[in-house]
């Protein structure tokens, strides 16, 4: 061992300064990959919590899609007598709830995220992008699990999967896409007014009724079909059907609007957020 003089000058540290970012749009993909192992963290927290102390587990991925699937075959399909494009109403009510129900349950976490850790927002440092892509991606698993439901169904049913079907992760990127987009504006916005987190369910049941959910979107009136494929669920939807079933019309017009629309929520949600996010500490 040296010996060293005390006139040495002490080592220096680095001093890194956290500034909010001042372009309209910067994504720091090298940061977030730098944080890739928090991300992971976060998405298998939300899962263990999510059926923590639970008395089924798991199995409530497939008892929601599959009782409401159950209810809409009872009054919308042997009732009300809606067309289901020559399928069993089963088949046509739970492969358009799969999305659906993954959309819905994303975009309530993904609202909620930033007010649920304010305490570690206020303390550490990392991408707050983190949260909403973390809570987006949680709800994979969900749907993964109901899926096997559904090749069961087609199984029983007799369903032959087409080529068509190459084109599901397609459709699951713009439902993840819309869930993350929607999301961050309204896990931004949550983060200042805490009461947006009692306008979600209203928006999502009246979101769902505005989709091809319940009732194929053939019964759209034509003059109104460019309207309603702003709703990107309709496109999600409606490929979903097609590419599961090989039933329906592909949606070709109506998806390149819907991925139209998808692209602006996004853009818009990335902007919003990365300019609240250098007060969302502050206001959380």
């Known amino acids: 061992m040296g010996i060293v003089p005390m006139h040495a000058a002490p080592l220096e ?12 749009l910067q994504l720091e993909l090298a940061e977030l ?16 919590i999510r059926y923590k102390q639970t008395a089924i587990g798991a199995a409530w991925a497939v008892l929601q899609p599959f009782l409401t699937m159950v209810v809409f075959s009872l009054f919308f399909g042997a009732l009300a007598k809606i067309p289901s494009q020559g399928l069993p109403y089963p088949v046509f009510y739970y492969c358009a709830l799969l999305p659906w129900m993954y959309f819905a349950s994303a975009l309530q976490n993904a609202t909620n995220t930033v007010v649920e850790h304010q305490r570690v927002i206020t303390k550490v440092y990392f991408p ?5 892509l973390a809570s987006v991606l949680s709800g994979l698993v969900d749907f993964a699990i109901g899926f096997l439901v559904f090749l069961a169904m087609m199984l029983y049913y007799g369903i032959v999967p087409t080529r068509a079907t190459l084109l599901l992760p397609v459709f699951l990127l ?10 961050l504006w309204l896990s931004a916005l949550n983060a200042i007014y805490r009461d947006v987190k009692y306008v979600v369910p209203f928006l999502v049941q009246f979101w769902m009724f505005a989709s091809p959910v319940a009732y194929p ?16 669920m309709a496109g999600v939807i409606e490929g979903f059907r097609w590419a599961l079933t090989g039933h329906g019309q ?20 990335l902007i919003y957020f990365q300019k609240m996010e250098g007060t969302i500490a502050d206001v959380v």
Do not use: C, Q
């Open 13 to 24: 540290r680095p001093v890194v300064r956290i500034a909010p970012r001042r372009g309209w």
């Open 250 to 269: 592909p949606p070709g017009g109506t998806l390149l609007i819907s991925a139209g629309m998808v692209a602006v929520a996004v853009a818009g949600g």
């Open 217 to 232: 979107s053939a019964l759209v009136p034509e003059r109104w079909r460019w309207l309603y494929a702003l709703n990107p």
């Open 33 to 48: 990959w730098k944080y890739r192992e928090l991300l992971y963290f976060f998405v298998w927290r939300d899962i263990k």
């Open 174 to 183: 713009l439902a993840v896409l819309t869930a993350l987009g929607v999301g």
């Open 128 to 132: 707050r992008l983190v949260l909403p």
